[in-house]
């Protein structure tokens, strides 16, 4: 059962929480500016990740080296990429979209991983990924070409490009640097990290408006306790298990989850192409996540 647990049970919760990042940015977008939002929230993070830190007595980094890691990752994979998918999706890039570009993160990762951590992606990998790619692409497809509200701002695809190469280096100095490191406190550390940048941009940016109400409160405690202090706990632990290729490859089912939390949610029509790029995307996960 543990094991069963381990390779199944707690890669497709983390695959679900991730895919509400990306329906959350849309849903609050009306109550508040992306970047405050994003700013608040990785506070609020910081908090509760600090208490529960506290609580279980966990370890914290004991020298400067510990907490710079940790600062620098939580830069990369909360601040700058949070802040970034949060602000292409307010300036109109729709939120299956942006869960298309994160899908390209494993390409970037499994390019690197070998001369950068030293790891092997063999062939079969290679294969899932290509695969899972394509599932996602055929997922999203409909949309690439659109001339209406659905279509690209280049301007909001760009900050989710680049929020997507953040969270790449991010992982790859995750998997690098915190392996032994304790699990809470890492965390804690990087939304420590992530919440210096966000604040400074938020200000920068002349972005503080939060538009007090039932819906931003709901969005904010999901984001808090659910997208980010549950996702990013199993993300951790699902870099320390395998080989950061593998963990990253799970990315690719979070744009069919995503279009399909955004039909449930939003009334977002799925046509036989996507459904059928979700089933291209499940299987390259499985081929790329064996051995």
């Not at 890492?186 to 002349?206: C, E, K, M, R, Y």
């Not at 538009?211 to 632990?237: D, E, Q, T």
């Given at each position: ?184 406190a890492n965390a804690t ?20 408006r939060l538009s007090l ?79």
């Amino acid at each position: 059962m543990p094991d069963f647990t381990s390779r199944f049970v707690i890669p497709a919760l983390f695959v679900v929480i991730w895919a509400t990042g990306f329906v959350a940015a849309r849903f609050v977008a009306p109550y508040a500016e992306p970047l405050a939002f994003v700013a608040v929230r990785l506070v609020l993070v910081a908090l509760v990740l600090a208490g529960i830190g506290f609580a279980l007595r966990a370890a914290w980094p004991r020298d400067a080296k510990g907490w710079r890691d940790g600062i620098v990752a939580g830069v990369l994979m909360q601040g700058l990429y949070v802040a970034g998918v949060f602000w292409s999706v307010h300036r109109g890039l729709p939120s299956g979209i942006a869960a298309l570009v994160g899908s390209l993160q494993p390409l970037l990762t499994a390019a690197v991983a070998g001369p950068v951590l030293g790891e092997r992606v063999s062939p079969r990998r290679w294969l899932g990924i290509a695969l899972g790619f394509s599932g996602a692409a055929l997922v999203l497809a409909p949309k690439l070409g659109a001339v209406d509200a659905s279509g690209i701002p280049p301007t909001a695809l760009a900050a989710c490009l680049g929020a997507m190469g953040a969270m790449t280096a991010g992982t790859l100095w995750q998997k690098r640097t915190g392996g032994g490191s304790d699990l809470v406190a890492n965390a804690t550390v990087q939304f420590l990290g992530a919440s210096a940048i966000a604040i400074p941009l938020a200000l920068a940016a002349g972005e503080t408006r939060l538009s007090l109400s039932l819906p931003l409160a709901a969005g904010m405690a999901w984001s808090v306790l659910v997208n980010s202090v549950a996702g990013i706990l199993l993300l951790l632990a699902l870099i320390r298990r395998g080989a950061v290729a593998g963990v990253a490859s799970l990315f690719f089912l979070v744009p069919p989850v995503s279009a399909a939390m955004a039909y449930a949610l939003f009334g977002e029509a799925l046509t036989p192409v996507q459904i059928g790029g979700m089933a291209v995307a499940a299987l390259g996960v499985a081929v790329a996540s064996r051995g």
